[in-house]
């Protein structure tokens, strides 16, 4: 990587603070979760492993959605659908890997045998080999998006139409998979899996690599995403996002632009599912709800929409609320979260990361006041 890409990426304060995530999660996690006893005040539980690495898998859903929507202007209420497709692949993958430790003792998997399946699937086959799970990963959510934007794009489909459809794109898929007959566990979905890769999937050592290796994809996906929006094609999408018609007149045709950011936004969700599975436990048609995509929208508005950093804030702030909301008081966090988007679109329009910004503003047209008086 040349000096110029460097510093086009991050400033240098930029990259210290990348440097310092990094260290804080592939060394100081991974020596407070292990080396230091249960006993000690600075034992960093299981528990805190988990839900740490359950919001960086959110906070990458959370960049993907920003890439589409803080910088192209597609504002996408679907996106869920592909985080769960990616879920759902690698479920496939650990619930073959169960074996016949299941409660059965049966090479099928535990809700095939109760609902009296006698084989697998076609489309479950070869799905007991991780290569191929992870191809299924990266295809499967490729695909779906890469149809149903082309078709969208191509009829210039965009606004809240763009939205209700996606919405609506996702919620039949959420049907289709609470069914039983389509072979995805109906509304219990996949769970109780037992080992990944051959290494039992609840142990310390298993779960804190996974943990780095989801650390590792969130700085990934976030150099990606600066990649992207700092070249030639991140100005042209920010010019379709600001006026599409006039971009056009300039003799560019939005359709591959558009198709192709939203393909790679579908990708980046499927493989932060995939990575959440093993670590949440659990994968059934709940994450495909609308109410969950909208969610992933709120994020994003929250943190910051265009900005790449702003939306990984606002998944954690969240996400960091919710998992103490909904224990205190879980009959009124739709109705907290409903106000937190109200108050942040009437008096944040740049979301959390832009409040600085505004404190200084303020502070300058004060201090101008004063001189001025």
Known sequence: ????????????????????????????????NIVVPEGSPLHLSTYWVGLIAKIMCYAIVALAMDLVWGYTGILSLG?????????????????RAIGREGNYQSDLPDFMVFLNWKELPWYWQGTDSFLYTLLLVLVVPALVAFIFGFFAFRSRIKGVYFSIITQALTFAAMLLFFRNETGFGGNNGFTDFKRILGFHIASPETRIVMFGLTALLLIG????????????????????????????????????????????????????????????????????????????????????RGTLIGPLLGAGLINGVKSWFTVAFPEYWLYFLGLIFVLVTLYLPQGVIGLGGQIRAQLKRRFAKREEA
């Open 1 to 32: 990587m040349d000096k110029t890409l460097i510093y086009r990426l991050f400033g240098p304060k930029g990259w210290l603070a990348l440097a310092a995530f990094a260290a804080l999660m592939l060394v100081l996690v991974p020596i407070f």
């Open 79 to 95: 996106h869920g659908l592909f985080f769960a497709l990616g879920g759902y692949a690698m479920g496939m993958y650990l619930m």
């Open 221 to 304: 996906c976030l150099l990606l995403g600066r990649y992207i929006v700092t070249s030639k094609l991140g100005r042209v999408l920010a010019a379709i996002r600001d006026a599409e018609s006039r971009v056009m007149f300039s003799g560019y045709n939005p359709l591959p632009y558009k198709l192709f950011i939203w393909v790679v936004s579908a990708i980046i969700c499927s493989i932060a599912g995939a990575l959440f599975v093993p670590q949440v436990g659990i994968i059934n048609p709940s994450e495909m709800s609308p109410a969950n995509s909208i969610e992933i929208a709120i994020w994003v508005a929250v943190g910051g």
